[in-house]
């Protein structure tokens, strides 16, 4: 099954992000990236790395990032497993994105699949015009 990091530069908002997603996909191997290791708001290589080893399968890894230095440091991550493992970032929206990514990879769906879902959260509406 296709593994979930989300990186954020607040610890308190990764791990609400991944709550908020296991409450609709329970069984998706996801963990959270958040905040510097001192407490600090900031985003950690380290952090990225050790989530994505926590979740990391040989169906990939889908990594959803707020915003700035998150997409930086999740890119850098990347680099150092490229041709390694199957890591890849969803262009989305955090929340919208980490919910539909979820309920794809709960339900079999391959890495491609779960970021195509999550950046079709890009075109939710929440309000009905």
């Given at each position: 099954?296709?593994?979930?990091?989300?990186?954020?530069?607040?610890?308190?908002?990764?791990?609400?992000?991944?709550?908020?997603?296991?409450?609709?996909?329970?069984?998706?191997?996801?963990?959270?990236?958040?905040?510097?290791?001192?407490?600090?708001?900031?985003?950690?290589?380290?952090?990225?790395?050790?989530?994505?080893?926590?979740?990391?399968?040989?169906?990939?890894?889908?990594?959803?990032?707020?915003?700035?230095?998150?997409?930086?440091?999740?890119?850098?991550?990347?680099?150092?497993?490229?041709?390694?493992?199957?890591?890849?970032?969803?262009?989305?929206?955090?929340?919208?994105?980490?919910v539909t990514a979820a309920i794809?990879?709960?339900?079999?769906?391959?890495?491609?699949?779960?970021?195509?879902?999550?950046?079709?959260?890009?075109?939710?509406?929440?309000?009905?015009?």
């Amino acid at each position: 099954m296709v593994g979930i990091v989300i990186v954020s530069h607040s610890q308190m908002l990764a791990e609400g992000v991944t709550e908020t997603a296991r409450m609709m996909a329970q069984d998706v191997p996801m963990a959270a990236a958040g905040g510097m290791p001192d407490g600090t708001l900031g985003t950690s290589c380290r952090r990225i790395r050790d989530a994505i080893d926590a979740v990391y399968s040989d169906d990939g890894v889908a990594i959803l990032v707020d915003m700035g230095s998150a997409v930086f440091s999740a890119e850098t991550v990347i680099e150092m497993e490229e041709n390694v493992r199957k890591i890849r970032i969803a262009d989305c929206p955090l929340v919208e994105g980490a919910v539909t990514a979820a309920i794809a990879a709960s339900t079999g769906s391959d890495l491609d699949a779960v970021i195509h879902a999550a950046e079709e959260a890009r075109s939710m509406e929440k309000v009905p015009s």
